[in-house]
């Protein structure tokens, strides 16, 4: 190209590229081609009037604001290239499209989107790798279906890079979903499944709710784009939760961003394809009134187009009207081309119906080039085949470039099996009316039948059953019965009013044995699932109910799980069945809240014996309910069956949970060091501690916290022990948590759980202390070694009495009585600043100071006595006693290391003494001497070596082999831990630290 076209190019993208005027000073900046070609490019352009002046000084604009538009359409990667190398360019660029998207206008977004994700361009956004990230979040919103044919794999492969350059893990499983969609899209279902796997797991790492739920709907968006309809209801009801809530809704958005409900449409579109008419229709109502509340008209007007789409793919002539009219056509005309391309189709359906099937095709004509420039094929159903059927066979052709023929080849071409079954369906009606080999026409028909049924595409299955059912009777052929059978499975699995008369509706008897088969599994779920969630969703789809709630009776009247309906219908609910009692089977007028009054709400209270009392409440206002008054009976009979099945339920959930708690309890108890018996450790002959014992006597039988407080070895974990034993939760279990023996980034685990894939290592779901100690006793030891981010997390457990484990997003309760421990000043560390005021509060409800052994001297021999018993035991010796002057000397000592040291001294004398009294050692500590000492005074010296080792003894003995952490060895020898882990070995103290540490245990 010469040098003075590419240069007109160069400027002609420039132009179009910004949001105002252009002024000459920018393109002079911009340096897209020499001063002298700028200028000839403005007079020639001026001359012609193309380009006229703005107000501004030296500013121009396009005469015709659509010359923009024909440019960015034709640039070419090259063009683009060359222009987007400047931040500011790129930077307009990006204004740009933004301005275009905001006002609807995708045709002109779209390419500047797709070049702002060039390779090329992309470098240069604002914000670095941030303004990457950025761009392709926007892209994934408005361009989600074109992302594959811009390079989606490398461009978020990028986008993924610099995401874990920056830490920015927020964004990454949505990332991870979209690559997972892109490579969908190329046909790799195998790399797609592993995308999909690889971000849920990292969304559950995150531990965030709306990262999960903005993963489960890309992935079950993805699921409908493969046409596996199923499995997308499946992934939505997932993102639910047990209770469904109003889709969320963000005032800070502009009115026209239909971004956050575009998903939530969809998922009313797959309810409807799976014969979940009642869903659906509940869905979209909810969206529109939400809408109209907030003054959003768009959002109003698109829940109108997925109504239209969704009665049309039902073939209701009538409520297909009313939701578009009265501007039929104007919807043809939407700027939006995705819009466009999915409502021409219920319009031009619309008008072939109403025999007029010119403006039918005028529509069809416009529909085919919003499809193209959407680059979004999908047409949820079969409404556009059967439109080019009619066209083919009144007219011997559908439309120019587009055939039925074509279509059903590219139909078959594609992953989506849902459209693949409505294609062999098709194939099958054209092989029929062509003349065509009959095997051929029954193998189409056969392999509909079975992708539709894999997909769960019950509509578009019963209307594949009728007609192989019809042409079978036609030509004699012996599979007339399979299709018979077929097509009344089908029908019986949709709602009671979708076929136009009376004379199909299945008998409520039929579908009713089958539910209650089926709820009758409930309880062989996996234990991950919500067995509430999941039996109000069977319920609701198996009495075709738009909206289905499971109340539990009482004051508060929780909410088990809820389908449909939203908050306020749930408060209408509650407040109505609060203290309401139990009148049976009930069938009521629903509240409204749209001002129409009519439809059902069925009331079935279910009263088990081992379980919660409630009521399984089911609604229809728009279609009409599986059950009548007329079926009072069989709704007792269900009701019956409820009760039975929500208390087969709950003992069989329990048993579960006892059976993971005894296992979880087993492998903690393998996981802790040898302890020895509880009943009768604790010696208190001394006034302190029979204060002590009087304490505990006072407290035990309540559930207050309490707070044991005294120095290093006195004996805290034995007055754990003993509140334990004698309260109320003596047969629950006691589990014990030593705060400082564990690493900062494990505490959360091991109190809090785990799931699997909650990080790096975590191969399996695991329980924490909480959950174990549900019914018990949790003793915390050391709890001032609580980092900051830990008490906020303890506070909340203590505030709100529930918790999530580390990567899960289920809210869980433990029934639990908390004893707390600490050496230190509590109080004094709030006033550093080192503990929180409100959690020392909290703990600080019942404190129990355990004296030192220094103040209780008539208890050291009893404890000497009682240690003396208990090694010699051990090791196979017998001992008589201990002599009168060894236990002077034992009451002489004041024993900085309180019961803990005495307990050590004991257990050395009784490998050191051959009877038959027990020898105590020397106990002078001083066996390394003090600065003060005077060298002459000395009776023994020894090497740096062995001084260093004493003295390093010592230490450990004083922080029981605790390294790190404050207070720890590290801290007192001011050394790093690696350099004092390399010291341990070269000294042999390896073992010395690991009795300490075990000593500290017990």
Same mark, same amino acid.
């Given at each position: 190209? %010469?040098? #003075?076209?590419?240069?007109?190019?160069?400027?002609?993208?420039?132009?179009?590229?910004?949001?105002?005027? &252009?002024?000459?000073?920018?393109?002079?900046?911009? +340096?897209?081609?020499? *001063?002298s070609e700028l200028w000839t490019f403005v007079e020639e352009r001026l001359a012609r009037g193309t380009l006229i002046r703005a107000s501004a000084p030296a500013s121009f604009v396009w005469n015709d604001p659509t010359r923009s538009d024909e440019v960015l359409a034709s640039a070419e990667?090259?063009?683009?290239?060359?222009?987007?190398?400047?931040?500011?360019?790129?930077?307009?660029?990006?204004?740009?499209?933004?301005?275009?998207?905001?006002?609807?206008?995708?045709?002109?977004?779209?390419?500047?989107?797709? $070049?702002?994700?060039? %390779?090329?361009?992309?470098? =240069?956004?604002?914000?670095?790798?941030?303004?990457?990230?950025?761009?392709?979040?926007?892209?994934?919103?408005?361009?989600? =279906?074109?992302?594959?044919?811009?390079?989606?794999?490398? &461009?978020?492969?990028?986008?993924?890079?610099?995401?874990?350059?920056?830490?920015?893990?927020?964004?990454?499983?949505?990332?991870?979903?979209?690559?997972?969609?892109?490579?969908?899209?190329?046909?790799?279902?195998?790399?797609?499944?592993?995308?999909?796997?690889?971000?849920?797991?990292?969304?559950?790492?995150?531990?965030?709710?709306?990262?999960?739920?903005?993963?489960?709907?890309?992935?079950?968006?993805?699921?409908?784009?493969?046409?596996?309809?199923?499995?997308?209801?499946?992934?939505?009801?997932?993102?639910?939760?047990?209770?469904?809530?109003?889709?969320?809704?963000?005032?800070?958005?502009? +009115?026209?961003?239909?971004?956050?409900?575009?998903?939530?449409?969809?998922?009313?579109?797959?309810?409807?394809?799976?014969?979940?008419?009642?869903?659906?229709?509940?869905?979209?109502?909810?969206?529109?009134?939400?809408?109209?509340?907030?003054?959003?008209?768009?959002?109003?007007?698109?829940?109108?187009?997925?109504?239209?789409?969704?009665?049309?793919?039902?073939?209701?002539?009538?409520?297909?009207?009313?939701?578009?009219?009265?501007?039929?056509?104007?919807?043809?005309?939407?700027?939006?081309?995705?819009?466009?391309?999915?409502?021409?189709?219920?319009?031009?359906?619309?008008?072939?119906?109403?025999?007029?099937?010119?403006? $039918?095709?005028?529509?069809?004509?416009?529909?085919?080039?919003?499809?193209?420039?959407?680059?979004?094929?999908?047409?949820?159903?079969?409404?556009?085949?059967?439109?080019?059927?009619?066209?083919?066979?009144?007219?011997?052709?559908?439309?120019?470039?587009?055939?039925?023929?074509?279509?059903?080849?590219?139909?078959?071409?594609?992953?989506?099996?849902?459209?693949?079954?409505?294609?062999?369906?098709?194939?099958?009606?054209?092989?029929?009316?062509?003349?065509?080999?009959?095997?051929?026409?029954?193998?189409?028909? $056969?392999?509909?039948?079975?992708?539709?049924?894999?997909?769960?595409a019950l509509v578009e299955l019963s209307r594949l059953a009728e007609a192989a059912r019809s042409w079978s009777e036609r030509t004699g052929r012996p599979d007339v019965a399979r299709w018979q059978a077929e097509e009344r499975r089908a029908r019986q699995s949709l709602p009671a009013d979708?076929?136009?008369?009376?004379?199909?509706?299945?008998?409520?008897?039929?579908?009713?044995?089958?539910?209650?088969? @089926?709820?009758?599994?409930?309880?062989?779920?996996?234990?991950?699932?919500?067995?509430?969630?999941?039996?109000?969703?069977?319920?609701?789809?198996?009495?075709?109910?738009?909206?289905?709630?499971?109340?539990?009776?009482?004051?508060?009247?929780? &909410?088990?799980?809820?389908?449909?309906?939203? !908050?306020?219908?749930?408060?209408?609910?509650?407040?109505?069945?609060?203290?309401?009692?139990?009148?049976?089977?009930?069938?009521?007028?629903?509240?409204? !809240?749209?001002?129409?009054?009519?439809?059902?709400?069925?009331?079935?209270?279910?009263?088990? @014996?081992?379980?919660?009392?409630?009521?399984?409440?089911?609604?229809?206002?728009?279609?009409?309910?599986?059950?009548?008054?007329?079926?009072?009976?069989?709704?007792?009979?269900?009701?019956?069956?409820?009760?039975?099945?929500?208390?087969?339920?709950?003992?069989?959930?329990?048993?579960?949970?006892?059976?993971?708690?005894?296992?979880?309890?087993?492998?903690?108890?393998?996981?802790?060091?040898?302890?020895? *018996?509880?009943?009768? @450790?604790?010696?208190?002959?001394? $006034?302190?501690?029979?204060?002590?014992?009087?304490?505990?006597?006072?407290?035990?039988?309540?559930?207050?916290?309490?707070?044991?407080?005294?120095?290093?070895?006195?004996?805290?974990?034995?007055?754990?022990?003993?509140?334990?034993?004698?309260?109320?939760?003596?047969?629950?279990?006691?589990?014990?948590?030593?705060?400082?023996?564990?690493?900062?980034?494990?505490?959360?685990?091991?109190?809090?759980? =785990?799931?699997?894939?909650?990080?790096?290592?975590?191969?399996?779901?695991?329980?924490?202390?909480?959950?174990?100690?549900?019914?018990?006793?949790?003793?915390?030891?050391?709890?001032?070694?609580?980092?900051?981010?830990?008490?906020?997390?303890?506070?909340?457990?203590?505030?709100?009495?529930?918790?999530?484990?580390?990567?899960?997003?289920?809210?869980?309760?433990?029934?639990?009585?908390?004893?707390?421990?600490?050496?230190? !000043?509590?109080?004094?560390?709030?006033?550093?600043?080192?503990?929180? #005021?409100?959690?020392?509060?909290?703990?600080?409800?019942?404190?129990?100071?355990?004296?030192?052994?220094?103040?209780?001297?008539?208890?050291?021999?009893?404890?000497?006595?009682?240690?003396?018993?208990?090694?010699?035991?051990?090791?196979?010796?017998?001992?008589?006693?201990?002599?009168?002057?060894?236990?002077?000397?034992?009451?002489?000592?004041?024993?900085?290391?309180?019961?803990?040291?005495?307990?050590?001294?004991?257990?050395?004398?009784?490998?050191?003494?051959?009877?038959?009294?027990?020898?105590? *050692?020397?106990?002078?500590?001083?066996?390394?001497?003090?600065?003060?000492? %005077?060298?002459?005074?000395?009776?023994?010296?020894?090497?740096?070596?062995?001084?260093?080792?004493?003295?390093?003894?010592?230490?450990?003995?004083?922080?029981?082999?605790?390294?790190?952490?404050?207070?720890?060895?590290?801290?007192?020898?001011?050394?790093?831990?690696?350099?004092?882990?390399?010291?341990?070995?070269?000294?042999?103290?390896?073992?010395?630290?690991?009795?300490?540490?075990?000593?500290?245990?017990?």
């Amino acid at each position: 190209m %010469p040098q #003075q076209a590419r240069s007109t190019t160069l400027l002609e993208l420039a132009f179009a590229l910004q949001p105002g005027p &252009v002024s000459i000073d920018q393109l002079l900046e911009w +340096k897209l081609c020499a *001063p002298s070609e700028l200028w000839t490019f403005v007079e020639e352009r001026l001359a012609r009037g193309t380009l006229i002046r703005a107000s501004a000084p030296a500013s121009f604009v396009w005469n015709d604001p659509t010359r923009s538009d024909e440019v960015l359409a034709s640039a070419e990667d090259a063009d683009w290239a060359a222009v987007l190398v400047d931040p500011a360019v790129t930077a307009a660029a990006l204004q740009t499209a933004r301005q275009a998207t905001a006002a609807r206008n995708i045709d002109r977004a779209r390419p500047i989107y797709r $070049a702002l994700l060039l %390779p090329s361009s992309s470098r =240069h956004l604002p914000g670095g790798e941030a303004g990457c990230i950025q761009l392709v979040l926007e892209s994934n919103r408005w361009f989600f =279906h074109s992302l594959p044919q811009w390079g989606g794999t490398e &461009v978020l492969a990028r986008a993924l890079a610099a995401a874990e350059s920056t830490g920015n893990v927020a964004v990454q499983p949505a990332l991870v979903a979209t690559l997972g969609y892109c490579h969908l899209r190329a046909g790799d279902a195998a790399g797609a499944g592993a995308c999909f796997q690889r971000a849920q797991l990292a969304a559950a790492s995150l531990g965030n709710p709306g990262v999960l739920k903005e993963v489960a709907i890309l992935v079950a968006h993805c699921r409908m784009l493969e046409g596996r309809l199923a499995d997308a209801i499946a992934a939505f009801e997932e993102s639910l939760g047990d209770v469904e809530q109003d889709p969320p809704f963000d005032p800070a958005l502009p +009115k026209d961003d239909i971004g956050p409900d575009y998903a939530f449409f969809s998922q009313a579109l797959v309810y409807a394809l799976t014969g979940r008419i009642g869903r659906a229709l509940d869905l979209v109502h909810r969206l529109r009134l939400r809408a109209k509340r907030t003054d959003r008209p768009i959002v109003e007007s698109l829940g109108r187009i997925i109504l239209a789409s969704l009665y049309c793919e039902l073939r209701d002539r009538e409520r297909t009207r009313e939701a578009l009219e009265p501007d039929l056509e104007a919807w043809t005309h939407n700027p939006d081309p995705v819009v466009a391309w999915l409502t021409s189709l219920p319009v031009a359906w619309l008008l072939q119906a109403d025999g007029r099937t010119r403006e $039918a095709r005028e529509v069809l004509v416009r529909a085919v080039e919003a499809r193209a420039r959407s680059q979004f094929s999908y047409s949820f159903g079969s409404v556009f085949l059967e439109l080019l059927e009619e066209l083919d066979a009144r007219e011997g052709s559908a439309l120019a470039g587009v055939t039925l023929q074509g279509e059903i080849d590219s139909l078959l071409a594609g992953v989506n099996i849902h459209t693949q079954g409505i294609a062999h369906h098709y194939a099958a009606r054209l092989l029929i009316r062509t003349g065509g080999d009959p095997e051929l026409i029954a193998e189409n028909f $056969a392999s509909g039948a079975q992708r539709l049924g894999d997909a769960g595409a019950l509509v578009e299955l019963s209307r594949l059953a009728e007609a192989a059912r019809s042409w079978s009777e036609r030509t004699g052929r012996p599979d007339v019965a399979r299709w018979q059978a077929e097509e009344r499975r089908a029908r019986q699995s949709l709602p009671a009013d979708w076929s136009s008369g009376d004379a199909q509706r299945p008998k409520p008897g039929v579908p009713l044995a089958a539910l209650i088969a @089926e709820l009758g599994r409930l309880r062989t779920l996996d234990r991950e699932e919500t067995v509430w969630r999941v039996l109000a969703a069977r319920l609701c789809e198996g009495l075709s109910a738009e909206r289905c709630a499971i109340v539990e009776s009482g004051p508060q009247g929780r &909410v088990l799980a809820a389908r449909g309906g939203g !908050d306020s219908w749930l408060a209408s609910l509650r407040s109505m069945l609060q203290g309401r009692p139990d009148r049976g089977v009930e069938f009521l007028e629903p509240a409204s !809240d749209d001002g129409r009054q009519a439809g059902q709400l069925l009331l079935l209270p279910f009263s088990p @014996e081992y379980a919660a009392h409630g009521w399984v409440c089911l609604e229809n206002r728009l279609t009409r309910p599986a059950l009548g008054r007329s079926d009072t009976t069989l709704a007792s009979a269900l009701a019956v069956q409820i009760g039975v099945i929500v208390e087969n339920i709950a003992l069989w959930r329990e048993l579960v949970s006892a059976r993971q708690r005894l296992e979880q309890e087993n492998r903690y108890y393998r996981d802790q060091p040898e302890a020895t *018996p509880v009943a009768g @450790e604790l010696v208190a002959h001394s $006034a302190p501690m029979r204060e002590v014992l009087a304490l505990i006597e006072r407290v035990a039988p309540s559930d207050a916290t309490v707070l044991i407080q005294g120095e290093t070895g006195v004996g805290k974990e034995l007055v754990a022990r003993e509140l334990h034993r004698c309260s109320l939760r003596r047969d629950g279990p006691l589990i014990t948590v030593h705060i400082a023996s564990l690493s900062a980034g494990l505490v959360a685990s091991a109190l809090f759980g =785990h799931e699997r894939g909650a990080f790096t290592g975590a191969a399996s779901q695991s329980k924490g202390r909480f959950e174990l100690a549900d019914g018990g006793t949790l003793f915390l030891d050391e709890i001032g070694e609580l980092g900051p981010e830990e008490q906020v997390r303890l506070l909340r457990v203590l505030q709100e009495g529930t918790f999530e484990r580390l990567g899960g997003a289920r809210t869980l309760r433990s029934d639990f009585r908390l004893v707390a421990a600490t050496n230190r !000043d509590l109080k004094a560390e709030v006033d550093a600043g080192r503990f929180r #005021q409100d959690l020392y509060y909290r703990l600080n409800v019942f404190p129990i100071r355990v004296p030192p052994l220094r103040e209780r001297p008539e208890e050291i021999a009893l404890l000497a006595l009682f240690f003396m018993e208990r090694y010699s035991r051990r090791v196979g010796k017998k001992f008589e006693g201990i002599g009168e002057a060894d236990v002077r000397r034992l009451q002489a000592y004041p024993w900085p290391g309180n019961v803990r040291e005495l307990e050590h001294l004991v257990e050395r004398a009784v490998l050191l003494s051959d009877g038959p009294r027990l020898k105590i *050692p020397p106990m002078d500590r001083a066996t390394i001497p003090s600065a003060a000492t %005077p060298a002459a005074a000395r009776t023994e010296w020894v090497t740096a070596e062995e001084a260093e080792r004493r003295y390093l003894r010592e230490v450990l003995e004083h922080t029981c082999g605790r390294l790190t952490g404050k207070a720890g060895a590290t801290q007192i020898l001011g050394l790093k831990p690696s350099t004092l882990h390399w010291r341990i070995d070269q000294l042999g103290l390896r073992g010395f630290l690991t009795q300490a540490r075990a000593r500290r245990a017990r």
